[in-house]
């Protein structure tokens, strides 16, 4: 009973700590790109990848939740302390989930998106881009696309959601069809992604870790 009470006094305080201090090490941002095909970022406005935004938050709302316990507050059970895990974890596993699985999206969903309306000279009616972030690596997919002749009804499939559209894909948008033509991919290793995804593992593990130290405490 006394180990069970020193753990809850000082031992979650200083797993709190360490996660806190391993999450404030995950340092979301985005640096300028210069240049991609002869294009360039418009300087009026400015653009960020979904994923890192969303995944920033939920790290946000995951150092909420340490902090809203310092090292003052005293737990009274393990319940109580398996409870802040547990939303740690969430928060922690839908960031990572966002960084390790990118979003699928439609044809025409990517011709509209705010990201073909970043670059400066704008982007031709044929060419459509995509920015995307999956596990530690930085993808551009380049879609050369087009125009179907309007006697191509009865062949027309209009393509789905994906994260990869294939040649051959189809899609309708303003009144016109279109079909990909060539699809051009590149990858780029960014180490400081890599790194996060290693800290959000270390951070389920501290946190499991503490769970299951609270689990098998006597009583409790």
């Not at 960084?99 to 998106?113: G, I, K, N, V, W």
């Not at 881009?129 to 930085?138: C, D, H, Q, R």
């Not at 062949?155 to 959601?161: I, L, R």
Request: charge should be neutral.
């Amino acid at each position: 009973e006394e180990e069970f009470n020193w753990l809850l006094k000082e031992e979650v305080h200083a797993v709190l700590k360490q996660l806190q201090d391993v999450l404030k090490d995950i340092n979301l941002k985005v640096a300028k790109s210069n240049q991609a095909l002869h294009f360039q970022f418009r300087e009026d406005k400015q653009w960020k990848l979904q994923q890192i935004q969303d995944a920033r938050n939920h790290v946000n709302q995951a150092l909420q939740l340490l902090s809203s316990h310092d090292e003052s507050y005293h737990f009274k059970t393990g319940a109580e302390v398996n409870k802040l895990m547990d939303a740690v974890m969430l928060q922690l596993t839908r960031a990572r989930n966002r960084l390790t699985t990118p979003a699928s999206m439609t044809l025409p969903e990517l011709a509209t998106s705010g990201l073909m309306k970043m670059f400066t000279p704008p982007m031709p009616g044929d060419v459509m881009v995509n920015f995307y972030i999956n596990l530690s690596k930085l993808c551009l997919t380049v879609y050369q696309l087009h125009v179907l002749p309007p006697n191509t009804t009865k062949n027309f499939k209009p393509a789905g959601s994906s994260v990869l559209h294939n040649p051959g894909a189809m899609f309708e948008l303003n009144n016109n069809r279109f079909e990909v033509s060539h699809v051009h991919k590149v990858e780029c290793v960014v180490p400081w992604l890599n790194d996060t995804l290693v800290f959000f593992t270390i951070s389920l593990q501290l946190c499991q870790q503490l769970k299951d130290k609270v689990g098998v405490s006597p009583g409790r």
